[in-house]
């Protein structure tokens, strides 16, 4: 086996070859892994063979080069082929694709992840891989006005994911240009033939419908693919461009060509033997594409003074809805920090996220109703280095969970606000309150989960959000409530505030929750009982210590209340915490929304759901009775 060193200038003949290659490779890495997907793989051979070495322009040697184009495998199961093409342009050894791929400690994960240096995103939940995509070129085109381009390889099984057509219409509606879908199209999925097999005109009238410049292209003639990609690079319009590639599954060897019952199966090792044989044997070409440009030296952003972003500062004692205080302190962030960018969907004039519109609209996006696509651009433009605050209600982030979740294997930083929680938000009713926010954003994996209960506390944990790595929450109130730190008081991540200081028992609270705490506070003190009132501002992580501390000086009587489900929110974090510090002596009442709410005023509500004051005084008694 000899290594061959190629050009961009390299005949189709030879990129014959290297398509040959990579479905070898694909064959030989899955089969010796015992899993993986060559088939899905070997489709998409001759598409990358042409993409990566005649138009993906990169520098393998710095992929972090703010010139480069991006590559994203959407359909992250073509792992195989990813790892292929790295062996090919000399990054990934044969060794490590051989005994590396699949394995545990190793890097050449079953579905892509940015462990590996030319990976931006993790992929393999099909719909994904596009729409952060759209994140990136929106940077590319609107932040950095940079020419690179965004290659995304999806499949035709991931087209019936509404996130697809959610992103190609962000990318008509933002006349991204500098996007390219390369879709392949071999007709079967997992199952069997998917929703429109190889109806390519059915998939040209949607992708333009939705705006974007189609192209349809026999996925295996490598002059075809050739002029597909020539046109595709042009990018001086206003639309993405769709590729729809006709391709077969299994594409070179007979056996499987085209045939039900082999997604996601290696070849047996005397199988694997016939497919290469088949293919030519095994090959060791070398190739480089062209490199980018390089990227000129951009002039560094010229910030306002200091002065002009001095966070926003509340009496205490004056109502402010702490939605309100964030858009506040959102603009102040942005006069500090260039980089700092804001999203919205559609709902702005409710989260305040539309104050910084109007400061910095060249910095802000729109992604309407389409709550997945939010997540994603604001994921594609962390790839990038920006520091993106997300906003949204937030009840409709529950359908943004995957891209979250995702998120975090991604290893990106991201800054998520959700406003309009909890029954507190009275007459618009259950579909509208977010009761199980708090939960679904501690399960991700590293995240932050914060809960403000009044002005000057959101104004600080903008602020800390703003340099906090990792998927970052922010719950937000709908209403008004009094102010309670003065201005300038620190808040930390992790950190809690001691407001009331009491023997008896301990009352636990955050957010809207915080305020019956302390009203019920008052309430008990005329009886005689004196509570402790903890903010717990910081969901996740939990201040430990702080809640030892007062269950200590209380015997271990502490009431928790939350406009919340009862399981996974605050109640949840408060008992874990104090359980895992191995105490013995606990007395815990937990008060949250434990039946299906309805529509009626923020007061009623939160009465009927027994999380008010006199229902907080009512199960503090009972306690210190009890004792």
């Not at 972090?64 to 359909?75: G, R, T």
């Not at 019936?160 to 390219?180: F, K, P, Q, T, V």
Request: with cysteine.
């Amino acid at each position: 086996m000899t290594t061959t060193r190629l050009t961009s200038e390299a005949g189709l003949d030879t990129l014959a070859e290297l398509a040959a290659q990579l479905r070898v490779d694909s064959i030989r890495s899955s089969t010796s892994a015992g899993s993986g997907h060559p088939t899905s793989s070997m489709s998409a051979a001759d598409l990358l063979a042409v993409l990566v070495s005649r138009h993906l322009r990169y520098d393998w040697d710095d992929p972090h080069s703010v010139a480069n184009d991006h590559l994203i495998f959407s359909k992250g199961h073509a792992s195989p082929l990813l790892y292929s093409v790295f062996k090919a342009v000399g990054v990934v050894s044969e060794h490590e694709l051989l005994t590396g791929y699949r394995r545990f400690g190793q890097r050449l994960q079953g579905h892509p992840t940015p462990v590996l240096p030319w990976v931006d995103v993790a992929t393999g939940s099909l719909g994904q891989g596009l729409p952060d995509g759209v994140g990136i070129a929106l940077a590319g085109r609107y932040l950095e006005r940079r020419p690179y381009r965004i290659w995304v390889l999806c499949g035709d099984s991931e087209m019936a994911e509404g996130s697809m057509w959610e992103s190609l219409d962000r990318a008509s509606h933002y006349g991204l240009s500098n996007l390219i879908a390369i879709v392949d199209v071999n007709r079967l999925g997992q199952r069997g033939e998917t929703e429109l097999g190889w109806d390519l005109d059915a998939y040209a009238r949607r992708a333009d419908a939705f705006g974007a410049r189609v192209l349809v292209v026999d996925g295996h003639d490598l002059g075809a693919i050739e002029q597909a990609l020539s046109t595709a690079e042009d990018t001086d319009g206003s639309r993405p461009t769709v590729i729809l590639a006709k391709t077969i599954k299994g594409k070179g060897f007979p056996e499987v060509e085209d045939r039900d019952g082999w997604h996601g199966k290696p070849f047996p090792a005397d199988m694997a033997d016939r497919a290469i044989a088949e293919l030519g044997g095994v090959r060791n070409l070398v190739i480089r594409g062209p490199r980018p440009d390089p990227a000129p030296v951009a002039p560094s952003p010229t910030d306002p003074p200091r002065s002009h972003g001095v966070p926003p500062r509340y009496a205490v004692g004056d109502k402010v809805a702490t939605r309100k205080a964030y858009g506040d302190a959102l603009v102040a962030l942005g006069a500090r920090d260039s980089r700092v960018v804001a999203l919205d969907g559609e709902v702005s004039n409710s989260t305040f996220a539309d104050e910084f519109a109007r400061a910095y609209p060249e910095r802000y996006f729109e992604m309407f109703i389409a709550e997945q696509q939010l997540a994603a651009a604001a994921t594609g433009l962390a790839v990038r280095g920006y520091r993106a605050f997300a906003s949204t209600f937030a009840a409709f982030w529950t359908r943004a969970h995957d891209f979250l979740r995702m998120g975090a294997i991604s290893g990106v930083d991201l800054r998520l606000v959700g406003s309009h929680a909890g029954v507190e938000i009275g007459a618009d009713g259950p579909s509208q309150m977010a009761l199980e926010d708090l939960a679904m954003m501690r399960a991700v994996h590293g995240s932050t989960v914060l809960y403000p209960s009044d002005g000057t506390s959101t104004a600080a944990l903008v602020d800390a959000m703003a340099t906090t790595g990792g998927i970052s929450y922010l719950r937000t109130t709908r209403g008004a409530y009094p102010v309670l730190y003065p201005a300038g008081e620190a808040f930390s991540v992790g950190g809690s505030k001691l407001l009331r200081s009491g023997a008896d028992v301990t009352l636990v609270g955050a957010g809207v929750t915080l305020h019956a705490c302390l009203q019920a506070a008052d309430i008990l003190v005329e009886e005689g009982v004196h509570a402790n009132v903890l903010d717990c501002y910081s969901v996740k992580p939990i201040d430990t210590a702080a809640l030892t501390a007062a269950a200590d000086a209380t015997s271990g009587r502490i009431v928790v209340a939350e406009d919340h489900h009862p399981e996974g929110g605050l109640g949840s974090a408060v008992t874990a915490a104090l359980l895992g510090t191995g105490q013995s002596t606990l007395a815990v009442t937990h008060l949250a929304v434990r039946g299906l709410p309805g529509s009626g005023s923020g007061a009623e509500l939160l009465a009927w759901a027994g999380i008010d004051a006199d229902h907080i005084a009512a199960a503090a008694r009972r306690l210190v009775g009890d004792a």
